[in-house]
């Protein structure tokens, strides 16, 4: 059964930086695809970023140049580095985990940023 664990979110100030990690087990993680999405109150959940087992990422625009997704999977672990973080960044962060069109979620963290 996969469990996904997240990890290092929290309160920071406009311009801050936070790392998210995600911790994976019960599957075979070099193989997953894997992603970090981001739901606020009363939007919908958004796609970050993914980073695909052969090492290549996307990021929806709106954190290119300030957010960089990255895997190590010695540790099984998928990691979500946030700086100059923004309000707009505010929401509960989750991992996710994607194998031939089947995903596992994580219960997510919270990221807060406000001064």
């Known amino acids: 059964q996969v469990q996904l664990v997240e990890s290092g979110g929290g309160l920071v100030q406009p311009g801050g930086s936070l790392r998210l990690s995600c911790a994976a087990s019960?599957?075979?993680?070099?193989?997953?695809?894997m992603g970090w999405y981001r739901q606020a109150p009363g939007k919908q959940r958004e796609l970050v970023a993914t980073i695909t087992r052969g090492g290549s990422t996307n990021y929806v625009d709106s954190v290119k140049g300030r957010f960089t997704i990255s895997r190590d999977n010695a540790k099984n672990t998928v990691y979500l580095q946030m700086n100059t973080l923004k309000p707009e960044d505010t929401a509960v962060y989750y991992c996710?985990?994607?194998?031939?069109?089947?995903?596992?979620w994580g219960q997510g963290t919270q990221v807060t940023v406000s001064s």
């Open positions: 996710n985990a994607e194998f031939r069109g089947f995903g596992s």
């Open positions: 019960g599957m075979i993680f070099s193989l997953y695809t």
